[in-house]
């Protein structure tokens, strides 16, 4: 008698409210994560099934063809993507992790929180907002100069604003993150708040710190608005940072709309590269992490 007891002690316990509401809200959490995944699949296999039959050499090396012609490309549109991402990352990442320096180590407490409170607002501001912003200050600004309007440096400007509140956001947190022990470690054998700073904190804050620029380009490459605003587009090479520039999401924005098939296809081809540039650039930012580790 006494050897059947665990048995059914092991039968009330796997049919107890407790046990049965666990596997319940189990099986929830897996259909929720399922739901979440669902419209990044979606959106995934629409713009492959419909960009990769479009895919060919000549979409990298050449200038978009005329409406009803076959053929052509929009490798000025990936070469001024790269562009105006590279100037607003030379703009943007010096500003944003010094900035997170400083409120890290260098600030007093109120100065931070205002500083923090600042760039969460400015993180909050639409792309269309850093679009007029950039058009009111540079290209109306190489206007009066006489040195051009539409501009790759505009565009590169406008997507410097919004990089900058990520970079600052996720540099603060992986400093913040950093041991206070490590510091204390360093000071105590001598060194300078500048050489704990840069040799020590950064260091070891730096794989959080590419992640989050990583995310900060993968936002500007996707970005119409502010482009729109600034650099415009054009069917030509880009052979000026004072000329209109192509860029990828212009071209998609204009193309898709467009009632020609030759540019629709194209647009999704444009598409589907965009979003291959986002992956890879995340990929070499997480192999560039593990080597750093």
Not at 132 to 151: E, M, Q, R, T
Request: aromatic letters at 10%; hydrophobic letters at 55%; glycine letters at 8%.
């Amino acid at each position: 008698m006494t050897a059947h007891f665990p048995e059914r002690s092991l039968n009330r316990a796997s049919t107890s409210p407790r046990t049965m509401f666990n596997t319940a809200m189990t099986v929830v959490a897996f259909i929720c994560g399922a739901l979440a995944l669902l419209p990044l699949l979606a959106v995934l296999s629409y713009v492959v099934i419909q960009g990769f039959s479009s895919l060919s050499i000549s979409v990298f090396t050449e200038l978009p063809p005329a409406p009803l012609r076959d053929g052509g490309g929009f490798g000025n549109a990936i070469l001024g993507t790269l562009l105006m991402v590279g100037i607003g990352g030379l703009i943007s990442i010096p500003v944003g992790v010094i900035a997170a320096i400083y409120l890290t180590e260098f600030s007093s407490a109120n100065t931070a929180r205002w500083i923090r409170f600042a760039t969460n607002i400015l993180s909050g501001v639409p792309s269309i907002i850093a679009g007029v912003f950039a058009y009111g200050i540079v290209v109306l600004g190489l206007v009066k100069l006489n040195l051009g309007s539409y501009s790759a440096i505009g565009g590169g400007f406008a997507l410097s604003i919004l990089m900058l509140p990520i970079i600052v956001r996720t540099a603060d947190e992986a400093l913040q993150l950093v041991s206070q022990d490590l510091r204390q470690a360093s000071v105590g054998l001598g060194a300078t708040n500048f050489q704990t700073v840069t040799q020590v904190v950064l260091p070891a804050a730096l794989p959080a710190i590419v992640t989050g620029t990583t995310l900060a380009i993968a936002r500007a490459s996707g970005e119409t608005a502010p482009l729109l605003f600034t650099a415009l587009f054009s069917p030509f090479w880009p052979d000026s940072l004072f000329k209109p520039t192509a860029s990828l999401a212009v071209l998609v924005y204009n193309f898709a709309i467009s009632p020609f098939k030759n540019w629709q296809s194209l647009a999704w081809a444009a598409s589907l590269i965009l979003v291959l540039m986002v992956l890879l650039t995340s990929i070499l930012a997480r192999w560039a992490t593990r080597q750093k580790a």
